[in-house]
């Protein structure tokens, strides 16, 4: 429940809090960053709140993408800079979140990242120094906080269309199974583990909505209710 203090706090507007399965990615520009002139990393998702339908990461002049943006090269780097929000990125997932993501190719390969999916959540990013050229010293920008696995809400099962559609009364044992077992999770793990355990479970990941109540950390969401 919304406290008459919180009640009276503002919000950006911005899709914020939300999981995605990236269904293709590119290197190449967008006119509305730095004037096209940056190249970037450009995920194309899926997002459970629907008005995402591309995030974009920088990566820096020194690189140059491939006619048809299925790779970048350099002539001056062998790594991407962690400064860079590509480098952020590739830090927040490969360090941060622990995926191997050297099974999948090279993060100058834009194939990498088509099919995984994350939860995203919009943070403050600082770059220091940025004033001095001419940047912004800090940003909002989306980062992954958890990683839904390899095909993400690709593995969502799909009803054939000689199947039957489930009963209300069957949908609803179903969703009360799922909310059981994560109660009891919930119950026995701290919120960190439970989120862990939640996540490789198919019901939660495609399900937007309890996705979105199971990686909530405030009091209103599944683990804190669950516990009350």
Known sequence: MTTKAE???????????????????????LAEYQNGEVPLLIWNVESSVGDVERIGWSIGKEWTPSPDGSSVSSTKRKRFVRTRLYGRLIDRVVGGRKVDMSKYGAPSQAKVWTGLGFHMRREKIKFPGGAERGLREEIEHLMPVAFLDKKGTARRQTTPATASTPAPAQVAEEDSDIKDQLTQLAKKLSKEKFQAAALRLSEVVNDPALLNDVMNDGGDGFWAKARA
């Open 7 to 29: 009640a009276w706090k503002t919000e950006s507007g911005l899709p914020d809090d939300f999981g995605c399965l990236i269904t293709g990615a590119q290197f190449g520009f």
